[in-house]
């Protein structure tokens, strides 16, 4: 059984920064893509930062020279450095582990919430 944990959602003043962390389990945690993803209050759920098993990383536009994804395959764990975060950033941000056509799994999701 695979499971996914995100942690490190705070609350924080606009300008701040933050580090989530996923841990995976149950699993060979080198095999999978890993990614990050938010989701809004009315929202569709949107994609923050993905990093491949070779390390190659993807951010979209809203993000990309604020928020770096990184792993540690030795701890089975995927990070997201937030810095200069804005209220528009406030969401509950979820990690996914993807691997291929094999199966993707989401953890519970955790909060960040960026006050003006």
């Known amino acids: 059984q695979v499971q996914v944990v995100e942690s490190g959602g705070d609350l924080v003043q606009a300008g701040g920064s933050l580090r989530l962390s996923c841990a995976v389990s149950?699993?060979?945690?080198?095999?999978?893509?890993m990614g990050w993803y938010r989701q809004a209050p009315g929202k569709q759920r949107e994609l923050v930062a993905e990093i491949a098993r070779d390390r190659g990383t993807n951010y979209p536009d809203s993000v990309k020279g604020r928020f770096t994804i990184s792993r540690d395959n030795a701890k089975s764990t995927v990070y997201l450095q937030m810095n200069s975060l804005k209220p528009e950033d406030t969401a509950v941000y979820y990690c996914k582990a993807s691997l291929g056509a094999i199966g993707v799994y989401w953890g519970q999701g955790t909060q960040v919430t960026v006050s003006s």
């Open positions: 149950g699993s060979i945690f080198s095999l999978y893509a």
